[in-house]
């Protein structure tokens, strides 16, 4: 298992290797290695996934693993694909939206705005999906006002200087969206066939047809 892989307590800065604060949190020796491996192989989000995990855990008790599984038998999956389904729309997640959401949540207990141990995913589906809603929505605005002043683009004289295009300029500032939409399809990028051999072997333990939160 990647002992190498190391998460930090966000309270005291204290460093813990994955085994260590696996071994603590699940009490299936099996699925530990499993979830080690599937973390410190195939997400960028690992850390944040561990911490959110512990979020879920009772105080002063291990997570059961039945728990463990239903919380990563929706979570994982839709991470590696990098998109979610919610409300019959699908919804392309990138690795940041991912990060941004888990630290949305991190933020939100500190608070004391979130009340743990979580019962469920909802509240990290629920920033996820709006932040990715709020995004693709500035994209396609910025679509929409490309193509109204299209018919503008052209080369025009100004004061005897420098041809200017038209078009380019009055759409100079759309570019940042624009390249962010194209950013985003491009790290829509599955998993290896190694991890989905071990997400398989690991989430074939799950009941199966268990309730969506």
């Not at 790290?187 to 989430?203: D, N, Y």
Request: charge should be neutral; charged fraction near 25%; proline fraction near 5%.
């Amino acid at each position: 298992m990647g002992a190498e892989f190391v998460t930090t307590c966000a309270s005291c800065g204290a460093e813990e290797s994955i085994d260590a604060l696996l071994g603590r949190m699940i009490d299936d020796e099996e699925a530990r290695h499993l979830v080690a491996d599937v973390i410190s192989m195939s997400l960028p989000v690992g850390r944040e996934l561990l911490r959110y995990l512990r979020l879920h855990k009772p105080e002063k008790q291990r997570l059961r693993m039945s728990r463990a599984k239903t919380i990563l038998a929706e979570l994982v999956p839709d991470i590696m694909a990098t998109a979610i389904t919610r409300g019959g729309r699908t919804f392309l997640v990138t690795m940041g939206d991912w990060q941004a959401g888990f630290h949305a949540v991190f933020a939100a207990v500190d608070k004391g705005t979130l009340a743990v141990p979580l019962a469920h995913n909802n509240y990290l589906y629920t920033v996820v999906t709006r932040t990715v809603d709020r995004l693709e929505a500035q994209a396609e605005a910025d679509q929409e006002l490309q193509r109204r002043v299209a018919p503008l683009r052209g080369v025009v004289q100004v004061d005897q200087k420098a041809p200017v295009q038209v078009g380019a300029t009055l759409l100079a500032h759309l570019d940042p969206a624009l390249l962010d939409l194209q950013e985003r399809d491009r790290q829509a990028a599955g998993p290896s066939e190694e991890v989905r051999a071990k997400m398989a072997k690991l989430l074939g333990k799950a009941p199966a047809g268990g309730p969506k939160p």
